[in-house]
């Protein structure tokens, strides 16, 4: 048995490592972004508040809350490449459920942190590429090691580390909020169990308060400090990862990891409900990050990481014997696997997808020049290839551009022949370069009808991007 206990923690993370070395499935979306936004930050050795990017709306205010993982990985990318990137990303996550294994270690069993973990990570693993939010799942790993580590070690020198962690965190991704919240979780908690006798908390507090203080170093100081509060009241375009679960449901969209999440919202309710003594950090902690997984898809990352420790801690008072602990281990580790199989063997790979690069390579090849029309998903590989020689028409950065653009520009671009007509002559669009997967009816309709417009002709087509220029232009070339 002793050999199974130290050989299962490393099966455990040769397993989960199969779900993080995949291609870079960003690669036509975020990632080129964040590679030319670093080139900018550490070139210039200041953060930009504008949208530099963007011919339309370039003085618009944006606050960049992840300017220094954009540094780190514009740094790294120079070093190791995008292949490298993938590895890193790999290392930074494992790393995350190494801390979440050292903090509860002593507390339970293995076999059940093995199913805990197994369950976890596959809703985790749906947020696993290579953009700034993998630094917040490393923080706030190392939250849960440093609170766990005081509730049932009373080791709290752990704690006096967290306001310098916060620093970076605030820096690296808008996820920086949680961790504020989960030290206020384990005051609360502090002062019911010495009921109410704070005086006795000086230290806890003095460290909730640097925390909190430390969100407020940063480029944009209190502006940056309170932005989780207030970004999504700009969001003027809705994206997938910012959909909950019932609309996705609701409309259709097939994402496997929903059942997932409600295979584990489920375990994770019953692991509560055979816990003998409810504790309040770990319960006000299930609750809030259940409601944020339930209400944005993309928070089913942060949600997956916290379910580890939480499900462990709570099924930790189940005794079993071996031969049941075996069984029931087996049986799950048999029922997630088959599960994911499928899964595990198309993503394991260092590929680099070539995204719209041979598009890109079109339109240089054939000189020609902006203004351009682009949709949202395409934005971001514009910026990183063909920045600061032309700007985009719109990113994917919805926060970076006004409600009233997306409202009454992009979208009516798209599905009014009028309005395109207004807009296309008033930006003096000089092409189209478009993702043509985009599923939004306005794109399917703008497709539709510029394929037919005998003002555009189709230029190029590939797997990912067609790119219309107006008609006759590679003749005159």
Not at 353 to 360: D, N, Q, R, V
Request: include cysteine.
């Amino acid at each position: 048995m002793r050999g199974l206990k130290i050989l299962s923690p490393i099966l455990l993370f040769i397993f989960f490592a199969s779900f993080l070395i995949h291609p870079l499935y960003s690669i036509n979306q975020d990632i080129g972004r964040h590679l030319k936004s670093g080139e900018i930050i550490w070139q210039t050795k200041s953060v930009y508040k504008t949208n530099l990017f963007s011919y339309t709306e370039p003085d618009h205010p944006f606050i960049n809350h992840h300017w220094l993982s954009e540094v780190a990985f514009f740094g790294l990318n120079n070093v190791i490449g995008l292949k490298g990137l993938i590895l890193f990303k790999a290392v930074i996550l494992l790393l995350s459920l190494w801390l979440l294994f050292l903090a509860v270690k002593n507390k339970a069993d293995l076999w059940i942190f093995l199913i805990s973990a197994m369950a976890g990570i596959m809703v985790w693993a749906e947020r696993t590429d290579v953009r700034p939010e993998i630094f917040s799942y490393l923080f706030l790993s190392y939250f849960l090691f440093a609170i766990f580590r005081a509730k049932y070690s009373n080791q709290t020198k752990w704690l006096y580390v967290l306001p310098i962690v916060q620093i970076f965190w605030t820096n690296m991704h808008i996820y920086f909020a949680l961790g504020p919240i989960l030290l206020l979780f384990f005051l609360v908690e502090r002062i019911v169990n010495l009921k109410f006798k704070i005086f006795n908390l000086k230290k806890e507090i003095r460290i909730f308060i640097l925390t909190c203080l430390a969100t407020l170093i940063n480029p944009n100081l209190i502006s940056g400090a309170l932005y989780p509060l207030v970004v999504l009241k700009n969001y003027g375009y809705s994206i997938v990862e910012n959909q909950n679960i019932f609309f996705l449901t609701d409309y259709g969209v097939s994402i496997r990891s929903i059942q997932l999440f409600q295979f584990s919202l489920v375990l994770l309710i019953l692991s509560f409900v055979v816990r003998k003594r409810i504790a309040i950090f770990e319960l006000l902690s299930g609750i809030l990050f259940s409601i944020m997984a339930m209400k944005m898809l993309r928070n089913f990352g942060p949600y997956g990481l916290i379910f580890i420790p939480l499900t462990t801690l709570n099924l930790s008072k189940i005794k079993l014997s071996t031969k049941k602990e075996m069984a029931v281990l087996i049986s799950v580790c048999i029922i997630l696997i088959s599960a994911t199989s499928y899964n595990i063997k198309n993503k394991v790979s260092l590929a680099i997808p070539t995204g719209a690069e041979k598009a890109i390579e079109f339109v240089k090849n054939n000189n020609i020049k902006g203004p351009v029309f682009n949709n949202f998903d395409v934005g971001s590989f514009l910026i990183w290839k063909m920045y600061p020689d032309q700007k985009v028409f719109v990113d994917g950065r919805p926060e970076a551009y006004s409600q009233e653009f997306f409202e009454n520009i992009y979208k009516p671009m798209q599905s009014d022949p009028q309005q395109w007509k207004k807009y296309s002559d008033q930006y003096r669009i000089n092409y189209v370069f478009f993702d043509h997967r985009d599923i939004t009816p306005w794109a399917r309709t703008f497709l539709a009808r510029i394929s037919n417009n005998p003002d555009w002709e189709m230029a190029y087509l590939d797997d990912f991007v067609v790119v219309f220029v107006k008609a006759g232009f590679l003749v005159e070339r």
